[in-house]
């Protein structure tokens, strides 16, 4: 089967592509490796990918809706789409807002779009965001809360793709579902997430900042654990009933809160060294804790995480020290 995959030099992309090609589909990955973080690194994973039969790239921008059909024109028999591409970051949307206009919300609706002038969509998984809960104090976050109330402009724009979708959804009866990632880390991780920058401080003799003076939670989700649910999600489009759209939300998380101070002890064990810290008050846009009810996902396609930080923090730095030659 041809599977188009945007974002694919990215963390989370390259890594469902690789599964998707090793159970027999054809990848068509789609990403503009712009250089919110170092391009080596994106060149890196899509070298890797090059280098697999079945795999086929186009570099386009997916808000540019005349490129990316032009590209894909001569594609044919996409049925299925995973949608991962956007402008990520909570902290970068203060700097530069219009890039998650562009890619997030312009982007999404060129998605939107291209999978409804498809001869035959069965299904298109796309990434929302835990950040849609803002500052909800509600633990565990669950798909039945208000998220209307977000803290970052990043938020705010997955919100309206998961809005974007449930009309394009109603409207056309595309099966859609959204995936709201809890903090995703692991081997070819982003290096503007906190595990990566505090590992790079600490090998380089640096101090690291600890936000909110080490009070902060988070579901930290082993990669490994991301993809099985991407791929269950999209073995099951959402049924066309009567009466509602085939448009579904499910969280995606590990359904265990780590505090930060000891997500930071495991690293400076497997690292075999001990981090100077800095602590900072909470940050605009951050929120102290997430926590991912995964119930939904659990029943519907019995996804079940298997990867606590104790063992995932390790795989990474395994992974940090080869990369970097550390």
């Not at 394009?168 to 579902?177: A, E, G, I, M, N």
Request: net charge neutral; hydrophobic share 40%.
């Amino acid at each position: 089967m041809s599977i188009l995959l945007t974002g694919a030099a990215g963390f989370i992309g390259y890594h469902v592509s690789e599964a998707l090609l090793r159970g027999g589909h054809r990848v068509i990955g789609i990403d503009n490796l712009n250089d919110y973080y170092d391009v080596r690194l994106k060149e890196a994973r899509l070298a890797r990918l090059r280098a697999k039969p079945g795999f086929v790239f186009h570099r386009v921008d997916i808000a540019d809706r005349d490129r990316l059909f032009a590209a894909l024109q001569n594609e044919k028999g996409i049925r299925r789409i995973v949608h991962l591409a956007a402008q990520a970051g909570v902290r970068h949307s203060l700097k530069d807002p219009f890039a998650y206009v562009h890619s997030n919300l312009q982007g999404h609706m060129v998605l939107l779009e291209f999978a409804r002038a498809l001869e035959k969509c069965e299904h298109m998984v796309y990434a929302s965001s835990s950040s849609v809960y803002g500052g909800n104090t509600k633990l565990p976050f669950s798909v039945e809360d208000r998220v209307d109330q977000p803290v970052s402009l990043y938020a705010a724009t997955k919100k309206a793709n998961e809005l974007m979708s449930y009309s394009y959804s109603h409207l056309f009866r595309l099966p859609l579902t959204g995936l709201r990632f809890f903090t995703v880390y692991g081997p070819w991780g982003r290096p503007d997430m906190a595990l990566y920058i505090f590992a790079r401080a600490i090998v380089e003799g640096r101090p690291i900042e600890v936000n909110n003076y080490g009070d902060m939670e988070r579901d930290f989700t082993y990669i490994d654990d991301i993809v099985s649910g991407v791929l269950a999600a999209l073995d099951n489009p959402p049924p066309d009933r009567e009466g509602e759209a085939p448009h579904r939300v499910y969280n995606i998380g590990n359904h265990q809160p780590e505090p930060l101070l000891r997500l930071i002890e495991i690293l400076e064990n497997a690292l075999g060294r001990k981090a100077e810290k800095i602590m900072r008050p909470m940050q605009p846009g951050e929120v102290r804790a997430t926590y991912a009810d995964i119930d939904a996902i659990a029943r519907d396609f019995g996804y079940a995480p298997t990867t606590p930080i104790d063992k995932g923090v390790p795989r990474f730095v395994d992974w940090f020290r080869s990369y970097h030659g550390v």
